[in-house]
């Protein structure tokens, strides 16, 4: 059987049930560590090195990935109330500085790896803008980016932000 | 109950997506949904309260979409481009931890709120991270979005300014050295 999506067939059903079930048992795996993004790290892990292995897994349809995000948005939804409202007005002002700053810094280190290492400057501002990786793609290819440096600093920025960055905000504070 | 509750998250879930989706915002689906949702449970239209299950889910379809794309890198561009990752790498821990150092004196926000929500990216799973340890989720996910929209609206700019420029520099060259090349055949 196949599993046909927007007209391209995209993976046989078996693999799909496959890619599922390694990512269940990682991310059961890893919620028993009891680390509170285990679940996601475990599947996450086990994915990452099953398809190196074996390749078998083709990229996740768009409309699975849309399934995936209301599920995140909604969830993330669950969490208003009353009190989110309150707390935004006092956020607005950081709210604001914030992406002012980080764009700053992504401009400085564009010029850093532009002078230093010569990347050329389109591909060097698509790599260190502090946005997500879907979206700059897009933008890369508009103004003709280097797209495979591109994903690949996007996607180790990723990995740093998602690896590194928890454990020292959960355990080290 | 509960699963009328369910069907209802996902109807309004899955409305709110495809609007946002369907309006092209950075992030569109998800902050649809989000939004949806939100303001249902504000209104109290939905009275579904977030469970290990839910949790269990998201992070697994999070694991899932972000484990591909991971697997999938190219290990010679990664090789080559090791002194750009460093700088990368250390780019991250000054936009996370200097900048949400800096501006924690200026919100009432936790220091780990204000560090989960200063992280260069990651909008679901800073969101998803602060969910889990009880952390104000909602705002850390809304602080994400408005980086976003910020950045998506004038990261393009920037990068047209700079490409117009670039090409106006390549004419000129072209010009002047065609004008060379003329010069020595006269």
Redesign the interface.
């Known amino acids: 059987m196949l599993v046909i999506v927007e007209g391209v067939i995209l993976m046989n059903y078996k693999n799909w049930m496959k ?1 599922l079930l390694i ?2 048992c ?2 059961i795996i ?2 028993s560590t009891g680390f ?17 292995k074996y390749k078998f ?1 083709p ?2 349809p768009v409309k699975v ?21 309150n ?2 007005s ?2 607005m ?11 700053g ?3 400085f ?1 564009s010029f ?2 532009i002078r230093i ?1 010569k ?1 050329d ?2 591909t060097a ?9 879907a ?1 700059m793609v897009i ?1 890369s290819e ?2 003709k980016a280097k797209l ?2 591109v ?12 690896s ?3 454990p020292i ?2 355990l080290g ?1 | 109950m509960d699963s009328i509750q369910w069907m209802l ?2 109807i ?3 409305i ?2 495809f609007i ?2 369907k309006l092209r915002f ?2 569109g ?14 209104f109290g239209l ?1 009275s ?3 469970s290990n299950t ?21 290990m010679e ?2 090789k080559k ?1 090791s ?3 460093i ?3 250390g ?2 821990f ?3 931890f200097v ?1 949400g150092y ?2 924690s004196f ?4 936790g ?2 709120t ?16 602060a ?3 009880e952390l ?4 850390v ?3 994400h979005i ?3 929209i ?3 609206t ?3 700019l ?3 300014h ?2 117009v420029r ?1 090409d106006r520099k390549k004419n000129e060259l072209n010009v002047s050295n065609s004008g060379r090349s003329n010069t020595h055949e006269l």
Do not use: W
């Not at chain 1, 994903?151 to 998602?162: E, G, K, L």
């Not at chain 2, 204000?114 to 991270?129: K, Q, T």
């Not at chain 2, 104000?136 to 705002?139: E, K, L």
């Open positions: 890619l990512a269940i990682g991310a890893g919620r509170p993004i285990g679940a996601m790290l475990g599947a996450l892990i086990i994915i990452a090195i099953t398809q190196r897994i990229r996740v990935r849309r399934v995936i995000q209301v599920l995140i948005g909604g969830s993330l939804g669950l969490t208003f109330g009353p009190e989110t409202v707390v935004l006092d956020v002002l950081i709210a604001l500085i914030m992406p002012i700053l980080h764009i810094l992504a401009l280190l850093i790896i290492l990347i400057p389109v501002l698509c790599s260190m803008a502090p946005a997500g990786v979206e933008i508009r103004f495979p440096t994903v690949t600093i996007h996607v180790f920025r990723v990995i740093v932000i998602i590194v960055i928890p905000i959960l504070l | 998250f996902l309004i879930g899955g709110g997506g946002g989706n950075p992030a689906t998800l902050m649809g949904a989000m939004l949806a949702v939100g303001i249902c449970k504000y939905i579904l309260i977030s839910l949790s269990f889910l998201v992070q697994l379809g999070l694991g899932l979409t972000l484990g591909i794309p991971i697997a999938s890198l190219d561009e990664f481009l002194k750009v990752l700088i990368v790498g780019a991250v000054i936009m996370t900048t800096l501006l200026l919100t009432k926000l220091l780990r204000v560090f989960l929500s200063a992280a260069p990216g990651g909008l679901a799973e800073m969101a998803i991270i969910k889990s340890v104000n989720s909602s705002v996910a809304v602080l408005i980086r976003l910020i950045v998506m004038i990261f393009p920037i990068i047209k700079v490409k670039i």
